[in-house]
């Protein structure tokens, strides 16, 4: 149980072109997903926590406008990388929690690898 | 106060040996300590995690020692097998909040 999906599992985009991304939860409802971002060798960068229908928290650093964070219902939330640039190149991952699955654990989706040409 | 601080960066061990990850942590309100797994390409899979009530927990060849008073924990890995290679990433939360990392362990085992 606790399966979490992501969609597309790559995508190659030309600058300034919005790329979306999904993550779903399978098998659960999800009240709070998170979405992570990781470069080459480095560990996972949190970007934004989301709860189901309320705007997303960002972390320090990162454009809200840029990464837009949708959580539209217990089992999807969406990332939308607009105006792409080769800067943005990197693996997207999202995790999803829910307090009637498991008090602490957050379960990790598969990733999606976003290259920008 | 947030950090997680990890070691080593790297590590090198042969088949069959004992690979040991390091961890220690500064926030005494983490409640909740996971390692993950992960492989070049996907996303990190949980491996063992444990809570600091106990002082070590064990799952087939993997072992978390943890010492509340000294706010480290580590992951010991026996019998270490080829397909063990992998990065490595200690984490610690407090209550459903956010997981905090490690900078990640690249481990190496040679056959």
């Known amino acids: 149980g606790a399966v979490v999906s992501q969609h597309p599992s790559w995508v190659i985009c030309k600058s300034g072109t919005s790329v979306k991304i999904e993550c779903r939860s399978l098998d659960f409802q999800a009240t709070t997903m998170f979405w992570y971002r990781q470069f080459p060798k480095q560990s996972l960068m949190l970007m934004a926590t989301s709860n189901e229908g309320s705007k997303a928290t960002y972390e320090q650093g990162v454009e809200k406008d840029k990464f837009l964070i949708n959580h539209a219902s217990l089992t999807l939330s969406t990332l939308t990388v607009t105006s792409a640039h080769p800067e943005d190149s990197s693996f997207y991952i999202c995790?999803?929690?829910?307090?009637?699955?498991?008090?602490?654990?957050?379960?990790f989706g598969p990733g999606t690898r976003l290259t920008v040409l | 106060q947030q950090q997680v601080k990890q070691s080593p960066q790297s590590l090198i061990v042969q088949k069959g040996g004992i690979s040991i990850i390091n961890c220690a942590y500064e926030?005494?309100?983490?409640?909740?300590f996971p390692w993950y797994q992960q492989f070049p390409g996907k996303g990190p899979a949980l491996l063992i995690a444990?809570?600091?009530?106990?002082s070590e927990k064990k799952e087939g060849r993997f072992t978390i020692s943890f010492n509340k008073s000294a706010k480290q924990f580590s992951l010991h890995i026996m019998d270490s097998q080829p397909g063990d290679s992998a990065t490595y990433f200690c984490a610690a939360v407090q209550g459903a909040q956010k997981l905090v990392f490690g900078q990640g362990t690249r481990l190496t085992i040679n056959p």
């Open positions: 926030n005494t309100a983490f409640d909740y």
């Open positions: 444990i809570r600091p009530d106990v």
């Open positions: 995790s999803a929690f829910s307090s009637s699955v498991s008090y602490n654990e957050q379960f």
